[in-house]
């Protein structure tokens, strides 16, 4: 490290036999008036010797507290500039309708009417509308009767598309039923240091235990991020019931549509076309952009997707209650099908049944349809019109082998028609290794299923081997009996 002016001069006068190096500090000027009586005394050449080091110490110290003068007011213009930035940032967020609920954390709230419409339906219209199925798929108790302002419709905006350590919500959304409003509440992250309080407002104010959760995606994404960031601030995430609209809108239009994501499913049946709306990936860029320069005009558009977001839960949400209480009639096959199996997972097996059979006349019905109505069938105990269904999938579909197999176990141990049994064994083996030639990836699974084909027509085969043994016993005991009463 550079030595000051004072530890020089004290150096060099000990040098040249002054006082010692490490005497008591003096001020420069003591100092320097001290080695100026003192170089009196001293022979002419160290005299100028001195004099050269006095002088080029005293320039050096001159420019290290110019340099020091320079760095500390480009300091304060820094900090001044940081302020400027930060008073900017605020002024902007007001004007958005934000405000500070604390530090680094801005609120605001964007109020609807509750019968403003959002494609083809109104906020109104899940007052209106039956929540029963819903309440199921929440898997609310059935005791307590779910309200519209019980639901917490909610969504986030990320750092990033993962769930990795360094993704964080920055914006975190709530819409909830406010008397005659529908209410989207947005907490915005300005300062990454304030995510503490904003997580404790969630809590205190939305996420309860026990409350109801609708998301699109949120049970893979926003809910376990969210959970994660609470346990890193050692609180407890909340026990809640969370339905995530993506999964019941797979099972019911994966079919129909070329992607279940939310802008596809709010141009197919909610009647929304956004215009000019933000890519959802486009958002950490822009929350990265405006933490390193400022200026809040590129997380404008942010803001607003992730309003419009939030809306279109409550307008999916009302679709799907009309289809699960059948005020919303489904077309496709599909639909149907996946209609029936929600309904057979509740145990409401007429209804299912009615779906299925809605599935299997339509005329894009598949394979599936057929297969899973058949197998609806069989376990309700209904074999007559399950084995139909087997026959009529055995005639469509020649290459089919799971029905084929189904009408062998029918045959064999419920009708107990061997020779029918073995015949349908045989063409299930016979469309199996059919099948298997020139087959690639599926073949290890194919030679399982010839093997247990195998066993099964070893069996059939032993069970009419031994029938007819039984059957010509009875008949010679006939043949006895019949000549000893004559």
Known sequence: MARSLTERLRALHASVGGVDAHAETKSTVETTAEFALHAATMKPPLVEAAVLQTTEAAQEATQESAAQVAAEEAAQGAAQAEVVKAQACEDELKSEGFSQIAPGVWERSIRYDVLMRHGELRFADLMDADLTRLQKLLKVPSAESIKPSDIRFYDTETTGLGTGAGTFPFLHAVGRFEEDEFVVHQYFLADYSGESNLLSTLLEQHFGDGTSVVSFNGKSFDWPLLSARLTLYRMRAPLVHHLD??????????????????????????????????????????????????????????????????????????????????????????????????????????????????????????????????????????????????????????????????????????????????????????????????????????????????????????????????????????????????
């Open 245 to 486: 609209l993506l999964y019941p809108s797979r099972r019911l239009w994966k079919k129909t549509m070329p992607r279940v994501s939310l802008g596809t499913v709010e141009s197919t049946l909610l009647g929304l076309e956004r215009t000019d709306d933000l890519p959802g990936k486009e958002a950490p860029m822009r929350y990265f952009e405006y933490v390193d320069k400022g200026g809040l005009k590129r997380l404008v558009p942010v803001f607003e997707h992730n309003a419009a977001d939030v809306c279109s839960l409550v307008t999916l949400a009302i679709r799907l209650a009309e289809v699960l209480t059948g005020h919303r009639e489904v077309v496709a096959a599909s639909e149907w099908s996946a209609l029936g199996r929600i309904y057979d997972e509740w145990n409401e097996s007429d209804v299912a049944a009615h779906c299925f059979h809605e599935s299997v006349i339509r005329p894009d019905a598949s394979w599936r349809e057929h297969w899973l109505h058949s197998l609806h069938c069989k376990r309700q105990g209904r074999l007559d019109t399950a084995m139909e269904s087997w026959h009529l999938m055995v005639e469509k579909y020649p290459w089919s082998v799971p029905p084929c197999v189904e009408l062998a176990k029918a045959y064999e141990h419920r009708l107990i028609d061997l020779a029918r049994a073995l015949a349908w064994a045989r063409e299930a083996k016979l469309r199996t290794v059919r099948n298997l030639r020139g087959s690639g990836p599926g073949q290890a699974t194919g030679d399982q299923l010839v093997r247990a084909l195998n066993h099964r027509l070893a069996r059939i085969e032993r069970k009419l081997s031994a029938t007819v043994v039984q059957d010509g016993a009875h008949e010679c005991e006939a043949t006895r009996t019949s000549q000893a009463q004559s």
